[in-house]
């Protein structure tokens, strides 16, 4: 029963912190480009698989938007990703996750 409310509790505040953000791209973020444009469907295929792979939990937000929650020994951690057709972006970053990703999206034909 914790374990269910600290997942609802992260998503809700993962929520927030999305609602807040444009949905146009801000030249201050730090987007991730991969090697070639892919269609939406793809990188949004390919991101959830990254992420499950590595033991991230993917729940479906928007078409562009995707949360991402790890739960380990007692601890949490819920990113946010953003991406389009040949980008991506991590809030807050998250370098196991970024680095899941980014190999999975480079690796793709």
């Known amino acids: 029963m914790r374990n269910k409310f600290l997942h609802v509790t992260l998503l809700l505040l993962s929520s927030l912190a999305i609602i807040g953000c444009s949905a146009t791209p801000n030249p201050n973020t730090d987007y991730v480009q991969f090697s070639h444009k ?63 990703i980014e190999d999975n999206l480079n690796s793709a034909k």
């Open 38 to 100: 892919m269609s939406l469907s793809k990188v949004h295929q390919l991101i959830v698989n990254a992420g499950k792979e590595d033991g991230w939990i993917m729940t479906e937000f928007t078409d562009h938007t995707i949360l991402a929650e790890k739960i380990k020994d007692q601890s949490s951690t819920a990113v946010t990703v953003h991406f389009s057709e040949d980008s991506f972006h991590l809030t807050p970053d998250n370098s196991d996750l970024k680095s899941a």
